[in-house]
């Protein structure tokens, strides 16, 4: 089991801006990732967050727009960078424990840009 | 990447009925998992049925999987107000897992 922190919880930002979403899991963890969900639609993955190394970007996401770090095991940070009223979505991360094979996810955070 | 599609889209129902969602899949996998999501929150696993197995229970929920037809189903039973929500199925045949898009389920009191 894992309980996974995310802030900030939601957010409403300005046009050009950046936001760094935190995540911090409280148990051992193998791997974390980031999803972005938009209204009402399935969640799409970001990248894989590497401890120590670059991220793993899926298709159409990019390290410019989406750094990621994960600087130990149990915690990552997403950043959305230079905002655009199409990054409005609610991005959650997620987290695999050691032996495991179920996602334990944050709580997600929801963020409007204006 | 293979992905689960469930069905219906939405579903509405009166407390105490049941509730059915079915997913389907296009590859082979090693197991099958179902997640619920509220109100646009983070998701939380309800159950995984691995791929030799033909039916799962916990609780109110009930699993089955069909690898012929490469398709699964949620049954909620004696449905509560409380089980107002998203359901997606996710699948793994490598990690990480992929999402359908989820049936959206809307118990009536």
């Known amino acids: 089991s894992a309980v996974i922190s995310q802030k900030p919880s939601r957010d409403i930002c300005q046009r050009g801006t950046s936001l760094t979403i935190q995540c911090q899991v409280d148990s051992q963890v193998t791997m974390m990732f980031w999803y972005r969900q938009q209204p009402g639609q399935s969640l799409t993955l970001i990248a894989t967050a590497n401890q120590g190394s670059e991220a793993t970007y899926e298709s159409g996401f990019v390290i410019d727009k989406f750094p990621i770090s994960r600087p130990n095991l149990t915690f990552s940070t997403l950043t959305v960078s230079n905002m655009s009223p199409e990054d409005s979505s609610i991005y959650l991360c997620?987290?695999?424990?050691?032996?495991?094979?179920?996602?334990?996810f944050g709580s997600g955070t929801q963020l409007s840009v204006l | 990447s293979q992905q689960g599609e469930e069905d219906p889209q939405a579903l509405s129902i009166q407390e105490g009925e049941n509730a059915t969602m079915n997913c389907s899949y296009k590859t082979s996998i090693n197991n099958l998992q179902w997640y619920r999501q509220n109100s646009g929150r983070g998701l939380v696993h309800l159950i995984l049925i691995r791929s030799n197995e033909r039916e799962k229970h916990s609780g109110r929920l009930r699993v089955t999987l069909d690898t012929s037809k490469k398709s699964s189903s949620l049954l909620i039973t004696a449905s509560r107000a409380a089980d107002t929500a998203s359901y997606f199925c996710?699948?793994?045949?490598?990690?990480?897992?992929?999402f359908g898009k989820g049936t959206r389920l809307s118990v009536i009191a």
């Open positions: 997620s987290a695999l424990v050691v032996s495991g094979e179920k996602l334990f």
């Open positions: 996710a699948t793994d045949q490598n990690t990480p897992l992929v």
